[in-house]
């Protein structure tokens, strides 16, 4: 089954045949020993008919739908007391594993495009090296299958997060990573209207520990977000296309700009990555971050957006626009910021499948208030 088609049939039938999964809204379920579920918190039909999907999207054995991108994470690295991660990742993602250090956990952050800076640091015995590929905001690219080699001559897991990409674009297991993670808030919901997380491995005791974990914790995704999620991954490669092509053009839109210092792309010719994506994806995806010159009144230049809005996330229909400085990685020290090149001028912009010259026309309108 081609993936287009997976994305629509994946997560199995139900006993009654409906051609949308039910919503299963229910705390307990009687009669577990005939049909295997018996309370919520442990396993739900609809999140299950979700995780499915996923673990068959991703080309996985096993799937696990989180409460949140962070609690999929949350779960992932409670698993493992030693981790290298990627030094540039979601700013939330570094303060849950700082958090993790605080409890006696060892985490050292490297670039994880620099194969040479990870052979290092996989000498102190790692059990997990986590990479975000494109990683946010300023989309360095990672290789995927030279860290999993990595990863094996040092016995340990390779965890790569998806979520700019998607399985319609990129899929890592199939590259030698053993996991794989995304904020399926982002573009796998695909709406703006469900908060969730996933994880995808084929590892079988990674499996049995995430199980173990949602058990416990209680962090599994709802029913109903899980329904959500699932209807979203229905229309994943129709929007992956028209997101695709959309970045495309506003990229080369933004090239003409004087008033646009730099841009960060993951489809941009010139970009260090370029050739690695051209090998280990089927398309750049739709987020574009870019540096304005000094002196911009970026609040007037925000204010004077109409299409597009000044709100953290990405990956939806609708267009959007943050400022990673003081939304998306704001909880960074500011050697931590400096380090990572996050400026007071970076924007970063997440292509909506709008019409790609309303986009335009209204980045247009607001650099000209500037």
Known sequence: ????????????????????????????????????????????????????????????????????????????????????????????????????????????????????AIEKE????????????????????????????????????????????TPVLQRPLSLGADIVVHSATKYLCGHHDATAGCVVTDDGEIA????????????????????????????????????????????EYLKTKSLVKRIFYAGDPESKGFEVMGKQAAGYGGVISFEMEEGIDFIKFLSSLKLIAFAESLGGNATLITHPFSQTHASLSAKEKADGGIGKNLFRLSVG????????DDLEGALKMC
């Open 122 to 165: 996989a000498k102190f015995a790692p059990s997990l090296i986590f990479a975000e590929t494109p990683a946010n905001p300023l989309m360095q690219i990672s290789d995927i299958s030279a860290l999993a080699l990595i990863a094996k001559k040092h016995n340990c897991a390779l965890a790569i997060d998806n979520t700019f990409l």
């Open 1 to 116: 089954m081609k993936l287009q088609t997976s994305l629509i049939h994946g997560g199995g039938e139900n006993v009654l045949g409906a051609v949308s999964p039910p919503v299963f809204l229910t705390s307990t379920f009687k009669d577990a020993k005939i049909h295997g579920y018996s309370y919520s918190r442990c396993k739900n039909p609809t999140r299950e008919a979700l995780e499915k999907a996923l673990a068959l999207a991703e080309g996985g054995k096993y799937g696990f739908a989180f409460s949140s991108g962070l609690a999929a994470e949350d779960a992932l690295f409670s698993i493992f007391p030693r981790i290298i991660a990627g030094k540039h990742i979601y700013g939330g993602t570094r303060r849950l594993l700082n958090n993790f250090v605080k409890k006696g956990a060892y985490v050292v952050y490297a670039d994880t495009s620099d194969l040479t």
């Open 208 to 251: 049995k520990n995430l199980t173990l974990a949602i058990t416990t914790k209680g962090n599994g995704l709802s029913p109903f977000d899980s329904f959500l999620v699932k209807r979203g991954l229905e229309t994943l490669f129709l929007r992956m296309k028209a997101v695709c092509e959309n970045a495309m053009r506003v990229f």
């Open 353 to 360: 499948t709008e019409d790609y010259g309303d986009i335009i």
